[in-house]
């Protein structure tokens, strides 16, 4: 029997948005073996780094807006109630901070307007990059540039995010396993709309081959979001409510390309490309040596998400200050007085 009043699509959706928060909380969602990469790489330290500490920069304009650091909110959160004060947290420290934010999926608030308010966060982060987000596979689905350009309406995007998460579609029950016709969808897209398009994945990083191809249909940033830090693949494991779809996701627990190699893929693609590293970042040494790789910005999601919803704004924007003078003591010690020098400061391998 159908039950009376099956839930909507806009329900089901809504419910899977409040088991990621959830999960990610409390379960551990983090890969078996495979690690980002970065603790294989080293600065040369510096003894005598002939800077003042106190005048390193890490200042830098991104779609025309000024960041007083090069981080970034990465996208967690939305289409759920919890999610509302949860992004209003994040969207008031990173306007402290001075980095960028990126929302979760907004497609549940595309199915069902109510749901907009909790992607609203404009008011509480006025000056700040802000990121609006759709899975590139509702491409496949009907959607076009009417509903992104809803989703960016919906928080006054600077850019959109079109996150690529194929292997988690597929160890969903519900996912979405049409893939093929993508690239033309983002190249139409690419031309219809009035902001940037950034292409994320969501935790397996991104080949030169894909950022090849995405570059040359349009696409203006690639995220990387490489292997190592959340395992998308166990969240589905714990959402999973039969042994069949727990003992598939739970194969891929290591899979994907290390957040490192996946830098270095991007960047090699166009010296111009803006960059963005996530993907298992924990402090600033390793935010610098992602810039240090090729990155221009870099994201933090779970320690963000985890420090919003136990301390607050400045708890968060405590967290943010805390890896910001991490990197600027990373600066000081290799030698780099700014972002740019940074970039062009050689990585080593030789232990």
């Keep these: 029997m159908t039950p009376e009043n099956p839930p909507t699509d806009s329900a089901i959706t809504d419910q899977r948005k409040a088991d990621h928060i959830r999960i990610n909380l409390e379960e551990d969602v983090s890969f078996g073996h495979l690690t980002t990469g970065l603790e294989k790489y080293f600065f040369m330290h510096q003894s005598l780094p002939e800077l003042d500490l106190d005048q390193i920069q890490t200042d830098s304009v991104l779609f025309g807006r000024t960041l007083k650091t090069p981080l970034l909110i990465s ?9 509302t004060n949860i992004n209003r947290t994040l969207a008031e420290a990173a306007q402290a901070a001075g980095m960028a934010i990126g929302l979760g999926s907004q497609r549940a608030a595309i199915e069902d307007e109510k749901l907009a308010e909790s992607y609203w966060i404009r008011d509480y982060a006025p ?12 491409l496949n689905l009907g959607y076009g540039a009417t509903e992104m ?10 850019a ?11 160890v969903q029950p519900e996912g979405d396993r049409n893939w093929s016709g993508i690239y ?10 009035p902001v940037p398009i950034i292409a994320k994945e969501v935790g397996w990083g ?3 081959d894909v950022a090849r191809r995405l570059v040359d249909i349009g696409v203006s940033a690639i995220d990387v979001a490489g292997a190592g830090g959340t395992s998308w693949s166990q969240v589905e494991m714990y959402r999973a409510d039969n042994w069949r779809d727990r003992r598939i996701a739970a194969s891929f627990r ?16 166009s010296a111009e490309l803006p960059v963005f590293a996530s993907g298992g970042i924990k402090n600033g040494i390793e935010v610098a040596k992602c810039i240090a790789l090729g990155a221009n910005l870099v994201g933090l999601a779970g320690e963000f998400l985890k420090v919003a919803v136990q301390g607050g704004v400045q708890a968060t ?35």
């Excluded at 290591?254 to 693609?269: E, L, N």
Aim: hydrophobic letters at 45%; glycine letters at 6%; charged letters at 20%.
């Design 75 to 83: 996208s967690m959160t939305g289409g759920t109630g919890r999610a």
């Design 127 to 138: 000056d700040v990059p802000i990121f609006a987000n759709v899975g590139a596979a509702q």
């Design 149 to 158: 350009q809803k989703a960016i309406d919906m928080c006054e995007a600077d």
């Design 160 to 170: 959109l995010i079109l996150h690529l998460n194929p292997l988690q579609e597929a």
């Design 184 to 193: 033309n969808h983002i190249e139409t897209l690419a031309k219809a709309l």
């Design 206 to 208: 991104i080949s030169a």
């Design 254 to 269: 290591d899979w994907g390309i290390p957040t490192a190699h996946s830098i270095r893929y991007c960047r090699s693609v």
């Design 317 to 351: 924007v405590e967290l943010a200050d805390v890896i910001t003078e991490e990197l600027k003591i990373s600066m000081f010690c290799a030698g780099a007085a700014d972002l740019n020098a940074l970039s062009q400061t050689q990585l080593h391998t030789e232990f």
